[in-house]
């Protein structure tokens, strides 16, 4: 079992950065990928950006250039440096883990921008 915390949301003007932190209760190599999530009110919850084991990522087209996943091994620990924010930003913001045959998810953090 991992338990997954966000940390680091809150209220930003657009145009303003935020770093998104995601502690993991073990050791994060026991998961094939981290990934971001985030759900605006009234819409699906979409992927933001996925880092694998082997440090490759991936980003959702409308946050490419601007948002960047790593990774801190040692720290257990994947952030999401978020840059150039939006309005269409805003959304509760989630950390993922990819297990064998289940996926883990923290509990969430709001991110909000304002215009």
């Known amino acids: 079992q991992v338990q997954l915390v966000e940390s680091g949301g809150g209220l930003v003007q657009a145009g303003g950065s935020l770093r998104l932190s995601c502690a993991a209760s073990g050791s994060i190599l026991r998961l094939n990928a981290m990934g971001w999530y985030r759900q605006a009110p009234g819409k699906q919850r979409e992927l933001v950006a996925r880092?694998?084991?082997?440090?490759?990522?991936n980003y959702a087209d409308s946050v490419k250039g601007r948002f960047t996943i790593s990774r801190d091994n040692a720290k257990n620990t994947v952030f999401l440096q978020m840059s150039s924010l939006k309005p269409e930003d805003t959304a509760v913001y989630y950390c993922?883990?990819?297990?064998?045959?289940?996926?883990?998810w923290g509990q969430g953090t709001q991110v909000t921008v304002s215009s």
């Open positions: 880092i694998s084991n082997g440090g490759n990522t």
């Open positions: 993922q883990g990819s297990g064998l045959s289940i996926d883990y």
